[in-house]
């Protein structure tokens, strides 16, 4: 069975950062390309970054851009989310995804003073 399961996330002062891990069982993580998502509370969920099966294509967000770098260790059958520069408007659940239709359970990053 698919498992994708977030950690990482937490409580930071705008301008920290926080690195999010999802780990990946089940399928054969290799193949398959990963996206990162986050959903504030009222607000749809929205796209934040994306990384091709390798690891060598990336694509993100307008909205954190140059702040967040996504990436993966397929050896370790995790991908990850290196967010810096956070902001306030960055408070929301992140959760991970192979292909919008298996999801992790989500980690709560907070960005407050």
């Known amino acids: 069975q698919v498992q994708l399961v977030e950690s990482g996330g937490g409580l930071v002062q705008p301008g920290g950062s926080l690195r999010l891990s999802c780990a990946a069982s089940?399928?054969?993580?290799?193949?398959?390309?990963m996206r990162w998502y986050r959903q504030a509370p009222g607000k749809e969920r929205e796209l934040v970054a994306f990384i091709s099966n390798a690891g060598g294509s990336t694509s993100y967000a307008d909205f954190v851009k140059g702040r967040f770098t996504i990436s993966r260790d397929n050896a370790k059958n995790t991908v990850y989310l290196q967010m810096n520069s956070l902001k306030p408007e960055d408070t929301a659940v992140y959760y991970c995804t192979r292909d919008g239709k298996y999801w992790g359970q989500g980690t709560q990053v907070t960005v407050s003073s």
């Open positions: 089940g399928f054969t993580f290799n193949i398959y390309a």
